[in-house]
């Protein structure tokens, strides 16, 4: 959340929002207008569940991300753990795409996925973390990289795939987003109070994590406005606590 900045007044999508927790926190937030969309039935369902025991005003919508037409252009479009989903260039633009439709020029995209830079073949083991990584074949453009999970009597595992740094940048480039920016994770200083810096150090020294921001593009601007950055960091707080709390 540390990434999205000030939401006050701000028209929000939330793309692959899930059951809605972070889009829930976005309207807390001070967003005045939030709309959830997630491909899957049941996430919407659990979402709108939780909107009539709690209403907040957010509307949620069942749609691919791919194919997304959303009436209006949004201040800001956010996005946790989606773009690792496609499986090849064309899926990856087709997101890009449908990311740019639903902003406003210079509205900003931030979103928080698997690490197109990290080298999944000689990646550390994150069992401490509560999961690994695995590279299921050739280490090469598309290859599926399965996450597993591990609760406290039980393990699931997440089919992600491996699209570069790159990649991403051209297909963001191609879709009308510039000052694109890539974000290393942060340790949160509840991660610190909890366990301290040293156990964190393979994951940030690894990070298999990595966050993006860029702008739709809007007026000109001078070129150096138009800078690649990669030295900033992403607050991991929610990704910490939200998915790696029970392997504490």
Same mark, same amino acid.
């Given at each position: 959340?540390?990434?999205?900045?000030? =939401?006050?007044?701000?028209? $929000?999508?939330?793309?692959?929002?899930? +059951?809605?927790?972070?889009?829930? /926190?976005?309207?807390?937030?001070?967003?005045?207008?939030? $709309?959830? $969309?997630?491909?899957? +039935?049941?996430?919407? +369902?659990?979402?709108?569940?939780?909107?009539?025991?709690?209403?907040?005003?957010?509307?949620?919508?069942?749609?691919?991300?791919?194919?997304?037409? =959303?009436?209006?252009?949004?201040?800001?479009?956010?996005?946790?753990?989606?773009?690792? @989903?496609?499986?090849? #260039?064309?899926? /990856?633009?087709?997101?890009?795409?449908?990311?740019? #439709?639903?902003?406003?020029?210079?509205?900003?995209?931030?979103?928080?996925?698997?690490?197109?830079?990290?080298?999944?073949?000689?990646?550390?083991? @994150?069992?401490?973390?509560?999961?690994?990584?695995?590279?299921?074949?050739?280490?090469?453009?598309?290859?599926?990289?399965?996450?597993?999970?591990?609760?406290?009597?039980?393990?699931?595992?997440?089919?992600?795939?491996?699209?570069?740094?790159?990649?991403?940048?051209?297909?963001?480039?191609?879709?009308?987003? !510039?000052?694109?920016?890539?974000? #290393?994770?942060? /340790?949160?200083? +509840?991660?610190?109070?909890?366990?301290? $810096?040293?156990?964190?150090?393979?994951?940030?020294?690894?990070?298999?994590?990595?966050?993006?921001?860029?702008?739709? !593009?809007?007026?000109?601007? &001078? !070129? &150096?406005?138009?800078?690649?950055?990669?030295?900033?960091? *992403?607050?991991? #707080?929610?990704? *910490?606590?939200?998915?790696?709390? !029970?392997?504490?």
């Amino acid at each position: 959340m540390g990434l999205i900045g000030g =939401l006050s007044g701000k028209t $929000v999508v939330d793309l692959a929002c899930g +059951e809605g927790f972070y889009t829930r /926190l976005i309207r807390q937030q001070g967003a005045a207008k939030v $709309v959830g $969309v997630d491909l899957s +039935e049941r996430m919407i +369902e659990l979402a709108r569940e939780q909107e009539a025991e709690q209403r907040l005003g957010i509307e949620y919508v069942i749609g691919d991300v791919r194919q997304l037409e =959303l009436k209006g252009e949004y201040d800001l479009a956010v996005a946790a753990y989606l773009m690792n @989903y496609a499986r090849d #260039r064309d899926e /990856l633009g087709a997101m890009c795409d449908a990311i740019a #439709r639903c902003l406003r020029p210079e509205g900003r995209f931030v979103t928080v996925n698997s690490s197109s830079a990290l080298d999944y073949p000689t990646a550390p083991s @994150y069992r401490k973390y509560g999961f690994e990584t695995h590279v299921l074949g050739e280490f090469r453009e598309g290859v599926p990289i399965t996450w597993t999970f591990f609760l406290e009597d039980d393990a699931f595992e997440i089919e992600n795939y491996f699209l570069d740094v790159s990649l991403h940048e051209e297909m963001l480039q191609s879709a009308g987003f !510039q000052a694109i920016r890539w974000h #290393r994770p942060k /340790l949160s200083p +509840e991660g610190e109070a909890t366990h301290g $810096v040293d156990f964190w150090k393979c994951f940030l020294d690894h990070p298999p994590i990595i966050g993006i921001e860029c702008l739709k !593009q809007g007026p000109r601007r &001078s !070129q &150096s406005e138009h800078k690649h950055h990669q030295d900033g960091v *992403f607050d991991g #707080r929610g990704f *910490f606590t939200r998915r790696f709390s !029970q392997s504490s």
